[in-house]
């Protein structure tokens, strides 16, 4: 990435967006009102609509559970994708090349991900193409002897790479792309004479981001003549980066949001076997071992963030083979379990069977009650400490309580490290006590410890911007500041006067072209008597200079003040009470009326002071304020049509 997108180009990208035609590819949309679209809420369970949408201003908002804001905010809540992908994403849709803030245009990056991005879209219809070829007969048999048939193939996108050293790169380049274009995708590899398809002879997974985008492949072995590895991966890319991406998580994401459950697994295999067993939260690392880049990844599309409710926390769950392999594959996701606040979890299947290999053996019902059979990732190390000793010796259990006292010390809910504790007294035959002093013992020694690698848990991405993670994973974890709460057009009061700013908001917010320029100004400069809409007054004069263009409701709320932003959005949204040929008409009278009020309060104070003040005394003063009370009661009569 170049740097920060420049704002002029953010603001430009919004502007050309419709969010209506986004929203819509979402959420079955229906006509509202003026200027307003509604349905179903995709970010909670309603059976009336209350999600609204109005694409003249960009917003959205829910009334009934508060989730609102632009474009932008909706794809990074729905695909969940941070705000400078989401920004780049519409870009690309609409094939707008941004600039970034360290100075230059990043035409050639940007154009160079489009295209690489484009190569393996290609490459994956190519490869899905072959799958049916009489050549792919061993890819078509790998599959059907685990349990996959050609349905299941065309569901996760599966393909044939043919046993061609050009196969590929002939098609592609008949397609319009350079050789040095399907270099830096991965798609070819650079020989001593020229440049030759990566993938021969073998079934391909195409390997997806979060959005659907295809970013590489993991291609599996299948001819006894093929003397590379039984997996291969494409290499690292300018769109692919194997740390960072986990395979099935495009299909995964939604019912992973919804459930707030991961479940990770350690193959392409186990994933399918997952997923049609339907456990539909299940993803899988590729080509190499789960670490920090996943977690991040995991945590901002499950929502995973602190919460002292523990019953309100997220789980993940983890598999692993029996193997060495495998058990290393524990450890490695033990030494990173403190960065999710979700609980995790470990499911071993019986006879140690991987979920592929349990649901050819014994059906789908055994693949969900691996699942649902899942062990808390604690219990799972403490066993394993367990069984390097021999518990019918002194020794082995001293030996034992010294290597579990510390996977228990590490246990942060100190509740729940006290009962780990008496159940690990129970395992070993000890007493309770001396376990529990061996435990503070052991939490001792770790606080004495620099810290190598981050325990604390690693803080949830931003909802929008384009930041890093607000500390450094190395820092400890703070306890999380309360979140003052929005302000809610819910909460506003029901009387007549309230209502009537609440509208003339809503109407200068909504249809500017409907007010003029100068008589929206007028509006905004009268007192407004209830607090929180003179507040959201003020940040509309704040951005005035905004007034009327695509960005005036955006820039509205920026100037308003932290828990008052949302309430802009909303005055944005919500639906005005007329038909469409009543706006110009409904507009003018509102400000009519709150500019007569403003007036006629003004005549009041104007009468109170000429009351006050002797002509012979102040004669200046006295006629000051008669000029000021005619010239107040002309205008009155002006805006009133008098």
């Not at 649901?359 to 693949?367: E, H, Q, S, T, Y």
């Not at 320029?517 to 809409?533: C, D, G, S």
Request: some cysteine.
């Amino acid at each position: 990435m170049a740097g920060l997108i420049k704002r002029s180009d953010i603001d430009e990208v919004r502007s050309r967006t419709n969010i209506g035609e986004i929203v819509g590819e979402y959420v079955t949309l229906k006509r509202a009102g003026v200027g307003s679209l509604s349905g179903l809420c995709p970010f909670h369970d309603e059976r009336s609509p209350s999600f609204h949408v109005r694409p003249q201003v960009g917003f959205y908002h829910c009334f009934g559970c508060g989730e609102g804001g632009d474009v932008f905010t909706f794809l990074q809540k729905m695909d969940h994708v941070t705000f400078s992908e989401a920004v780049e994403r519409l870009a690309q849709r609409l094939n707008f090349t941004l600039s970034y803030e360290d100075g230059g245009p990043a035409r050639e990056e940007q154009g160079n991900r489009r295209r690489i991005l484009a190569a393996n879209e290609a490459a994956e219809a190519f490869f899905r193409e072959q799958l049916v070829t009489a050549a792919a007969e061993p890819a078509r048999r790998f599959l059907g002897e685990r349990g996959f048939d050609p349905a299941s193939a065309d569901r996760f996108s599966i393909g044939f790479a043919p046993q061609s050293f050009d196969a590929l790169r002939t098609h592609l380049t008949g397609r319009g792309f350079s050789t040095e274009e399907l270099l830096a995708a991965g798609l070819l590899s650079q020989g001593d004479r020229s440049a030759y398809d990566r993938f021969r002879g073998r079934l391909l997974w195409p390997i997806k981001d979060v959005t659907g985008q295809t970013l590489g492949f993991g291609a599996r072995r299948l001819l006894d003549d093929d003397k590379g590895p039984k997996y291969l991966n494409t290499p690292e890319t300018p769109v692919y980066h194997k740390a960072q991406v986990l395979y099935g998580l495009d299909l995964a994401k939604r019912d992973i949001a919804r459930a707030k459950q991961v479940v990770v697994v350690e193959g392409y295999t186990d994933v399918m076997a997952c997923h049609l067993a339907g456990v539909t939260t299940a993803v899988a690392t590729c080509g190499t071992s789960f670490g920090v880049d996943h977690i991040k990844v995991i945590r901002r599309v499950m929502g995973d963030t602190a919460n002292a409710d523990t019953t309100q926390l997220g789980e993940v769950v983890f598999t692993f083979d029996p193997d060495d392999a495998g058990q290393k594959a524990a450890s490695r996701a033990f030494a990173e379990e403190s960065r999710f606040a979700a609980q995790t979890f470990v499911a071993v299947a019986p006879d140690g069977l991987d979920p592929c290999d349990l649901r050819l053996a014994r059906g789908d019902d055994a693949v969900r009650m691996l699942v649902s059979g899942r062990k808390p990732m604690y219990e799972f190390m403490i066993r394993r400490q367990l069984e390097q000793f021999d518990l019918e010796t002194v020794e082995g259990r001293v030996g034992a309580l010294r290597a579990a006292a510390p996977v228990v010390a590490g246990i942060r809910d100190r509740s729940m490290q006290s009962g780990y504790g008496r159940t690990l007294a129970g395992w070993i035959g000890l007493d309770p006590q001396e376990v529990a002093r061996a435990v503070q013992s052991a939490r001792t020694a770790a606080a004495a410890k620099p810290a190598d690698a981050p325990r604390g848990r690693a803080d949830a991405p931003r909802a929008s911007g384009q930041g890093q993670d607000a500390r450094s994973a190395g820092s400890p974890t703070p306890p999380a500041p309360e979140a003052a709460p929005s302000m809610s057009i819910d909460q506003l009061p029901t009387d007549p006067v309230t209502r009537l700013e609440r509208e003339l908001l809503m109407a200068v917010l909504q249809h500017p072209g409907e007010v003029d320029r100068e008589v929206a100004a007028r509006a905004l400069a009268t007192t407004f008597t209830q607090p929180a809409l003179a507040t959201v007054r003020d940040a509309l004069v704040a951005a005035f200079e905004h007034y009327g263009t695509q960005q005036w409701v955006a820039r509205s709320a920026d100037e308003a003040p932290g828990v008052f932003a949302a309430l802009v959005t909303q005055l944005a949204i919500a639906p005005l009470p007329i038909r469409d040929d009543q706006v110009r008409e409904y507009c003018r009278g509102l400000t009519t009326s709150l500019i007569g009020r403003d007036l006629l309060r003004r005549k009041t104070e104007l009468l109170g002071a000429l009351q006050r003040t002797s002509a012979a005394e102040d004669p200046d003063r006295y006629r000051a304020l008669q000029r000021q009370l005619v010239d107040t009661e002309a205008e009155r009569r002006r805006v009133l049509g008098d």
